[in-house]
């Protein structure tokens, strides 16, 4: 099981990303999968989660700003980011396979992660 993110970057606050995970070696459609997020200095936090229905729940740091969505046909985990801010400036990891779909679940397979800059 391998999970791959791209689309990172630097952007002024305001502006938009869209992250990109592609994922191979398993059943794809069957499991949940998220995006977390770590900034230097502070703990890992969930961003946003979506479920194999297209089921999503954020973060309230992130509500109406952020929005997860997965493509099962080619195996991809998306998550548009607009009105972007300092304070999202964090190493963003997708995240497939918990025990259930959710923020505090912990997840089995982890991509890399995509750095993601937003300055003032």
């Known amino acids: 099981v391998q999970l791959a993110e791209s689309g990172g970057g630097s952007v002024q606050s305001g502006g938009s990303l869209i992250l990109s995970c592609t994922a191979s070696g398993w059943m794809y459609s069957s499991n949940c999968k998220a995006w977390f997020r770590q900034a230097p200095g502070k703990e890992r936090e969930g961003v946003a989660a979506?479920?194999?229905?297209?089921?999503?729940l954020y973060a309230d740091s992130v509500k109406g700003r952020f929005t997860i969505s997965l493509d099962n046909a080619k195996k991809m985990l998306y998550l548009q980011m607009n009105s972007l801010k300092p304070e999202d400036t964090a190493m963003y990891y997708c995240?497939?396979?918990?025990?259930?779909?959710?923020?505090?679940?912990?997840?089995?397979?982890w991509g890399q992660g995509t750095q993601v800059t937003v300055s003032s």
């Open positions: 979506i479920d194999s229905d297209g089921s999503a």
């Open positions: 995240a497939a396979d918990a025990l259930g779909c959710g923020l505090d679940y912990e997840y089995n397979y």
